[in-house]
C-alpha cells in the first residue's frame, strides 16, 4: 500500500474559486471549494428544525423521511441538498426496505448539506447499498475526520453513527468571537453542516439527525498545529482526534492558526467557549508556538505564561469543567546525530510544572513528538510534515518545506499520541474511545507508506499562520 493525496478538481457549477486568495499572488489556490452565498441570496435558515430524515435514491421513500436524489442540489431557500464534485449516481438494491434499497453514490467525493442551528447533533448514517460494494470515509464541516473506510458488501447497508459540533460567533446580543479575515469562508462557522462522503466509492442511503446537546463535549483550545486546517494539505490533531471517540462524546474545536493564550482570549474564544461549556466538561489546552515569540502577545515561560495557564484553568473550573494541559509538539530541527533539537525553550517545561501545582492532568505531546520524529529520521519525518516538491499542486512552482505543520499523516499520529497519554493517564475520558484500539508507540509509528488518505476537495498553498 502506498501513502497518497487525490486532488479533485470541482466540476459543479455551485462551486467557484476563492477570490480573495486568488488575488494573492503568492499563493494561489488550484482547486475550488463550496461558495453557499452564491447559490441562494434567500437566507430561511432563522429557526429550522433540528431533527431531519434523508432517504438517498431514486426509489420509495420511507415514511417520515426526506428524499434526495442525484438531482437534489442543494439551495439555501431549500436548506439542504448535494453539492457534487463528479457524476452522483442513483441505485438500487434487492432490499425491501425503501431505506436500505437505493442509494446515492459517485467515485468522487460529494457534500450533504443541510442548514442546522448552533448545537451538537447525533447523526446516524446507513452507508453502502450499490451492488458493487462501497467504501466510504466521512468528514465533517473543516475536514473533521469522523469515520475511516466504511467498507459494504455487494448490495449491503452498514449504520454508524457520528457527534458533530455545529457552531456560529455569536456569544450573545453584543458579542462575538473576531474572526480573522481568513476564517470567514470555513465551513466551521457557517450556518450548515456539512457532510463530505470520500473514498474509492462512498455510497449513502439514509442521514438522520437528532439534537445532542446533553452529551460531554471536549473543548480544544489552541493554535494552528490543533485546529481544523480548512484546506489541504494542512492538517492538525484535533481534527483527526473525532475518528478515535465513541459516539456518547463531542469534539468542539475552536483553536485557529496563529493564536496565543492572550489572543485566545482577547479575540473573545475563550469567552465563546466557555458560554457553550456545562459541568463535565472538557478543556484541553495547547498554546506556546506563538507565545515565546516576540511581541504583544509574548509571555514568559515561567511567569506570564504559568500565569495565564492557571487562569484558562481556573476560568474551566468555574463552569464545572475538567481542564487538560497539553505541551506542544516539538518542531522539526534535527542535530547532525538525528536528535531533535529543542525550539521551544523551557515552555514545555513550565507547563508540566504547572499541571502540577494546579492537579490537572497532563499530555506531554512535546516528549512523544520527539519520539515519533527521531524514529522517522531527518529525511523520513519530512512525511509527516507539509514538504512537497514543485508541482506536486497545480500553479505551485516552488517546494513547500514547512517544519511546523503537518500533513494528515503527520496530524493522525500525533492524534494517536494524544489517545495514547489518555490511556497512560487513566483519565475518565478514555472510557470514551473507541473499542479495540491498539497500543501505540511514537518511537515505532505506522508507516507512512502505508497511511491513506483521499484529499478534500479544497487546497491552498497559503501557509496557516504560526511557525
Not at 250 to 278: D, P
Not at 308 to 317: D, G, Q, R, T
Not at 362 to 380: H, R, T, V
Amino acid at each position: 500500500m502506498k501513502y497518497f493525496i487525490i486532488p479533485f478538481l470541482f466540476l459543479s457549477l455551485f462551486f467557484q474559486l476563492n477570490a480573495r486568495k486568488i488575488n494573492d499572488s503568492t499563493a494561489p489556490l488550484h482547486l475550488i471549494k463550496p461558495d453557499y452565498s452564491k447559490i441562494d441570496e434567500k437566507d430561511d435558515n432563522e429557526n429550522p428544525s433540528s431533527a431531519r430524515n434523508f432517504d438517498f435514491g431514486s426509489g420509495p421513500v420511507k415514511e417520515g423521511f426526506e428524499q434526495i436524489t442525484e438531482k437534489s442540489i442543494y439551495t439555501n431557500s431549500k436548506g439542504f441538498g448535494l453539492i457534487p464534485s463528479g457524476e452522483i449516481v442513483s441505485g438500487k438494491n434487492s432490499a425491501k426496505d425503501p431505506l436500505t434499497g437505493d442509494y446515492i453514490g459517485s467515485n468522487k467525493p460529494f457534500y450533504f448539506v443541510v442548514n442546522l442551528p448552533e448545537g451538537h447533533y447525533k447523526i446516524t448514517l446507513t452507508l453502502g447499498g450499490a451492488k458493487e460494494g462501497s467504501s466510504t470515509t466521512i468528514k465533517a464541516e473543516s475536514r473533521r475526520l469522523m469515520l475511516e473506510n466504511i467498507t459494504t458488501k455487494k448490495g449491503k447497508t452498514v449504520q454508524k453513527t457520528i457527534i458533530v459540533d455545529v457552531r456560529r460567533p455569536k456569544i450573545n446580543g453584543n458579542e462575538q468571537i473576531r474572526l480573522k479575515d481568513r476564517e470567514l469562508p470555513y465551513l466551521n462557522w457557517d450556518n450548515k453542516l456539512t457532510l463530505e462522503f470520500t473514498g474509492p466509492h462512498p455510497c449513502v442511503s439514509a442521514i438522520e439527525i437528532t439534537n445532542a446537546n446533553e452529551l460531554p463535549t471536549i473543548f480544544l483550545a489552541g493554535n494552528s498545529t490543533v485546529t481544523d486546517q480548512e484546506n489541504e494539505p494542512w492538517a492538525s490533531w484535533g481534527q483527526m482526534f473525532p475518528r478515535f471517540l465513541k459516539p456518547e462524546v463531542v469534539v468542539a474545536n475552536y483553536a485557529e492558526s496563529g493564536e496565543t493564550l492572550l489572543a485566545f482570549k482577547h479575540e473573545n474564544r475563550l469567552k465563546k467557549l466557555l458560554s457553550q461549556m456545562k459541568q463535565g466538561d472538557y478543556l484541553f489546552i495547547e498554546f506556546t508556538h506563538n507565545d515565546q515569540k516576540p511581541g504583544g502577545n509574548h509571555l514568559d515561560a515561567f511567569t506570564t505564561y504559568k500565569d495565564e495557564l492557571k487562569s484558562f484553568i481556573s476560568e474551566a473550573h468555574k463552569k464545572g469543567g475538567k481542564p487538560v494541559l497539553v505541551t506542544s509538539m516539538h518542531r522539526r530541527k534535527f542535530d547532525d546525530k538525528g536528535q531533535i533539537i529543542n525550539t521551544l525553550e523551557d515552555y514545555p517545561e513550565a507547563m508540566r510544572q504547572t499541571a502540577k501545582e494546579e492537579n490537572v492532568p497532563l499530555i506531554d505531546l512535546n516528549a512523544m513528538s520527539k519520539q515519533f520524529y527521531e524514529a522517522l529520521g531527518p529525511e523520513n519525518s519530512k512525511k509527516a510534515f507539509v514538504h512537497y516538491p514543485a508541482n506536486t499542486y497545480p500553479g505551485q512552482d516552488k517546494p513547500l518545506a514547512d517544519d511546523t505543520h503537518f500533513n494528515p499523516y503527520g496530524a493522525y499520529e500525533l492524534a494517536k499520541c494524544i489517545v495514547q497519554e489518555i490511556r497512560n493517564n487513566k483519565m475518565e475520558l478514555s472510557n470514551y474511545l473507541i473499542d479495540q484500539l491498539p497500543v501505540f508507540d511514537p518511537a515505532k509509528p505506522d508507516k507512512w507508506s502505508d497511511f491513506h488518505w483521499y484529499e478534500s476537495p479544497s487546497a491552498s498553498l497559503i501557509k496557516p499562520d504560526g511557525n
